[in-house]
């Protein structure tokens, strides 16, 4: 027998039914060492082969423990297993080792991560890129041509002073740019020429001093403009207009000069208002006649239109321009030039008063005095009339008497002479 060993689990069954092994006890102490031989490692039947074969209780709780960690050890292999798979499918992904993506919504946070520059293995399939709250100073052009499909991107809060034209380029499918709260001074008319899907842009919280005219082709889908918080003290009109699809304007703490230039931008949102669409309110900051009012509550007509250049003024503007293009400051000519440009784009306001309560008080005032011009009119013609007949009735008693005195002067000759 100890040359004998067990091939499978079915020749150990039989022999443990063997009535020849069962009473002697050399051959229980055989079967034992083919039981031991048989279980070198727990497995799942390792409870049912070792009743079989007879082994006692002592060896069989022995076994189930070596199950129990052989299970544990199984459970942390597949673990690491899959946290590999997981570490390889990011690698193979192309995720930034800063960032955090989601493959389900395309998305990838690269927020609050000190990056000073774009990341360069961002996925291709990205539709959402946060890149907010950053030191990211200056973008480059093309800088996000990894990701041709993105369709969110937020730089809010970071460093930009200035955005080159082409930074945007490739971007065909943008809808959503948010550049908040950044140092950008002004924009180029050339910057959003790349980007023909965009319907919200917002450029809060910035420097922006002025807007260009235009900022490429008209914007059919932009919905939303926001531009508050800025130092803004003019928007042209045909800036508005080239966005017909806009529903939501944003203007609010910005420093606007409410001139005649203002009135333009009065007219349009009136009519934007009317319309269907919302804004916020447009404060004045200069002139003093008009700081702190809202420029939709201004009347019209104390916003004269600025007056028309004179008809030889733009041809001698040219030739000036043509024929001097940098004059000497020192020669008295151009000061003189310089003087006449400037008093030509200065505003000539037509005369009105100099206050909206120095007006009033000064309608109000006439108005007094015109009623108390009125009145003693009024008194002097019930005077001049009481007066007028006092004196007639008076008048009219002096004749009676004299009359009477008459008549009786006249009767009293006749009786004496009849006596």
């Avoid at 007879?54 to 459970?75: A, N």
Wanted: net charge positive.
């Amino acid at each position: 027998m100890t040359g004998m060993r067990l091939s499978s689990y079915g020749e150990a069954v039989e022999l443990s039914k063997d009535p020849g092994l069962r009473g002697d006890s050399t051959s229980q102490s055989h079967h034992r060492v083919y039981c031991r031989a048989l279980i070198p490692t727990p497995t799942l039947g390792s409870s049912i082969l070792a009743e079989a074969c007879g082994c006692k209780t002592q060896r069989f709780s022995i076994i189930k423990t070596h199950w129990k960690m052989s299970f544990l050890l199984f459970v942390a292999g597949e673990l690491l297993l899959l946290s590999s798979v997981i570490l390889l499918l990011r690698v193979v992904c192309g995720c930034p080792v800063r960032c955090r993506c989601h493959s389900s919504s395309h998305s990838v946070d690269c927020s609050r991560r000190g990056l000073a520059e774009i990341p360069p293995d961002l996925p291709p399939q990205t539709l959402t890129l946060n890149l907010q709250d950053n030191q990211i100073h200056q973008l480059p052009a093309f800088a996000f041509r990894s990701v041709p499909h993105l369709r969110t991107l937020n730089l809010c809060n970071n460093s930009l002073s200035k955005l080159v034209p082409g930074v945007f380029h490739g971007l065909q499918h943008l809808q959503l740019l948010n550049l908040t709260q950044n140092s950008l001074h002004s924009l180029e008319s050339r910057l959003f020429h790349s980007l023909p899907q965009l319907r919200e842009l917002d450029l809060s919280s910035n420097n922006i001093s002025h807007l260009p005219i235009s900022l490429g082709k008209p914007w059919e889908n932009l919905t939303v403009f926001a531009v508050q918080q800025n130092q803004l003290q003019q928007l042209d009109r045909e800036l508005l207009e080239s966005m017909p699809s806009m529903r939501l304007l944003f203007l609010k703490d910005n420093l606007w000069k409410c001139n005649c230039h203002l009135l333009s931008l009065k007219l349009w949102l009136e009519k934007f208002i009317y319309k269907g669409g919302i804004t916020d309110s447009v404060t004045c900051a200069s002139p003093d006649t008009w700081k702190g009012k809202d420029l939709l509550k201004i009347p019209h007509e104390l916003y004269p239109p600025c007056p028309f250049p004179s008809p030889g003024a733009g041809a001698s503007r040219v030739q000036q321009l043509g024929s001097a293009r940098q004059p000497d400051p020192r020669s008295p000519e151009s000061h003189s030039t310089g003087r006449r440009d400037h008093s030509e784009c200065e505003v000539k306001p037509k005369p009105r008063p100099v206050n909206l309560r120095h007006a009033v008080a000064t309608v109000v005032i006439t108005g007094v005095v015109c009623g108390i011009v009125c009145l003693m009119m009024l008194v002097a013609a019930i005077y001049g009339c009481t007066y007028a007949a006092v004196t007639a009735q008076y008048n009219g008693g002096r004749l009676a008497q004299t009359e009477e005195t008459v008549k009786m002067e006249g009767k009293e000759p006749y009786d004496s002479s009849q006596a």
